[in-house]
């Protein structure tokens, strides 16, 4: 159907892998390369907005570190999506309990002025990005992994810890929820 | 604007958006949009939306690729590696081996039970394991072990006539026994015998004597027979 599958991809990525256990530092770079910018998207759109490459970074050092655990049952990019999602659910955790930090949860909307701030972007785009920024953390998460990574509503119940049907019926409501907000 | 009904479309719009669909489903996605309007404002938003929330967060990926070779030991390298390794395998395999052989040796310890109950089911037979003692004592008329296959099943007491006799207990009450010759053969019973048998059996305790009554011997001959032959 795609011509971009996860099948397809996982060969070169575990490639890599074998490279990198194989001693090529070279082989590590290639793979944060790869896939470190649509990590942080994926951090951004749960509300991180901080800490975003420290994040990143914690997930490739713990991934690297982990490589047993990798199966090969779903794409190194989800895996390391899942591995992104709990780090932040670890850090949620710690800010909750120093209180330092609102937690991140479903139904606590990001301010448009913290999202966009520092952006300058035109004001469609301004919008847009406003729009999506009023969807919940899920929804907004969902959306993000659906149309800028390209991911499949399996892909991305595994790395949210969501169900297919759920994430499908998520995008829906964000697409609806966006088109509605665009349209005010 | 109608509302789009073909859902199947709709959920590949993103794909086009991101252009990673097959030819064959690129002209497809394309002549269904050509048609629904709810799905081409979609897919504008789509494609207006990608650029805004592709631009940020930046990273810098050789800070990060260099943390991850300074962070990641090479024996975590290494032992990734040896996770792979044939004896791994061979454990696995060793482990599965013994778990059959525990399951056979556990399989074959019920069959050879099993033949006991075997004998005993099947009184037409007129077959005894006079040689297996595990079958001798036994002590009450166990249904499953005792019943015979018709006729008898109804009452207990029947079953326990209907044993072979190295199944009936050893203190069967003398009434019965005085019935047990005839009785090896149950299927071989007339209606009125089944009836007189029952009416025997109906008078009997279900606690067997401790002991026999003078003069009859549990296994039918008489106690003065016994004594006269040198006891």
Known sequence: ?184 | MSECTNGAMRDLLPELANERLSAEMRLAVEAHVAECEECAEELALLRALRPALLREPAVDTQRIAAAVRAQVPASARRGSARSSAPWRLAIAAAAVLAVSAIGYAMLTRTRSVTPEVAVVRQPDSGHVDTANPATAPAPAPAPVVATPPKAIAPTPPQQVAGAPPHVAPPTAAPSMVASAGALDNLSDLSDDDVRTLTASLDGLSAVPDAEPAAGVDPLGASLDDQSGGGN
Not at chain 1, 8 to 34: F, H, K, Q, S, Y
Not at chain 1, 100 to 123: P, R
Not at chain 1, 127 to 144: C, D, H, K, N
Request: charged share 30%; net charge negative; glycine share 6%.
């Open chain 1, 1 to 184: 159907m795609t011509d971009h599958t996860p099948s397809e991809l996982a060969p070169d990525d575990v490639a890599l892998i074998a490279r990198w256990r194989g001693g090529e530092e070279r082989a590590a770079t290639m793979l944060v390369e790869r896939h470190a910018q649509g990590i942080a998207r994926f951090v951004a759109s749960l509300g991180e907005r901080d800490e975003v490459e420290e994040v990143v970074q914690d997930t490739f050092v713990r991934a690297f570190g982990s490589l047993d655990s990798f199966r090969g049952e779903s794409t190194f990019r989800t895996w390391l999506l899942t591995i992104a999602r709990n780090l932040l659910r670890d850090r949620q955790r710690v800010r909750k309990r120093t209180k330092l930090h609102v937690e991140i949860q479903e139904g606590d909307i990001v301010s448009s002025s913290n999202a966009l701030e520092g952006a300058v972007a035109a004001e469609t785009e301004q919008r847009l990005r406003s729009a999506v920024e009023t969807l919940s953390p899920m929804q907004r998460s969902i959306f993000t992994l659906r149309v800028t990574e390209g991911l499949s509503y399996k892909e991305i119940a595994i790395a949210v810890g969501s169900t297919e049907g759920a994430a499908r019926v998520h995008y829906h409501n964000a697409m609806r929820a966006i088109r509605e907000k665009i349209d005010e």
